[in-house]
């Protein structure tokens, strides 16, 4: 069974671009979280995708976009990038439903100059 | 809302010592589910535990348990007999048990486990 993988592991992208993180479930998962977390901090949940839609999102403005594909690999964009979106970027898989167990990836550490 | 708070920033022991993470929650849903996550210096988190808001029965893995006081809003995290490889950071998180998979995680206690 294949874990929760992300790329790339590392990104530095300047203020103002654009950037795209992925994410492969873990064989079997159709729903698929992205977290934020700052350094030194717990993470923030951005959104939640299960079967393509979302269905679920926290306290992040619209530049934070994102995609879940037909094999529930997923992406996150993020557009007008700034200084504070300089984080590590979780990606979590689960089965749905909300007994069910998230299991993470290794994360996207984003550096923005 | 949901809030969790881990009061303790960092702690530092002795290994072999025991170590209690302390964990408090707030939310408005009769029915939740209370988890722990270890994030070692990698980044990936490890699930640790989850408890359900029914069951407030304490937990015992092999050096690990966990004291769940619904009354107290408490779910505490204990390392019996610490060891170096326990050296990480570690979230407490809370979920409502309907909707979607919204987690909420405190800001994370540091572990050291000194040789």
């Known amino acids: 069974e294949t874990g929760v993988t992300q790329s790339p592991t590392h990104l530095i992208k300047t203020r103002g671009q654009q950037v795209t993180l992925r994410c492969s479930s873990q064989s079997g998962h159709n729903t698929v979280s992205w977290y934020q977390q700052a350094l030194g901090q717990g993470p923030q949940f951005i959104f939640q995708?299960?079967?393509?839609?979302?269905?679920g999102r926290g306290n992040f403005p619209p530049r934070f976009s994102g995609l879940q594909f037909p094999n529930y690999s997923s992406e996150l964009n993020v557009n007008a990038l700034e200084l504070d979106d300089s984080a590590l970027y979780l990606c979590a898989s689960s089965l749905g439903g909300a007994d069910r167990e998230q299991y993470f990836g290794p994360g996207t550490r984003l550096t923005v100059t | 809302a949901q809030k969790v708070t881990q009061a303790q920033t960092e702690i530092s022991v002795v290994e072999k010592e025991d170590v209690t993470l302390d964990c408090v929650y707030e939310?408005?849903?009769?029915?939740?589910?209370l988890f722990w996550y270890k994030q070692p210096p990698s980044g990936e988190l490890v699930f640790l535990i989850r408890?359900?808001?029914?069951?407030?029965q304490n937990e015992i893995s092999g050096r690990y348990s966990w004291n769940f006081q619904k009354s107290t809003s408490s779910f505490n995290f204990t390392i019996t007999a610490s060891q170096v490889v326990d050296s990480a950071v570690y979230f407490c998180a809370l979920r409502p048990s309907g909707g979607y998979q919204k987690v909420t995680f405190g800001t994370g206690t540091k572990l050291q486990v000194i040789p």
């Open positions: 939310t408005r849903d009769t029915t939740y589910y």
């Open positions: 995708y299960y079967r393509e839609e979302e269905n």
């Open positions: 408890r359900n808001s029914f069951d407030e």
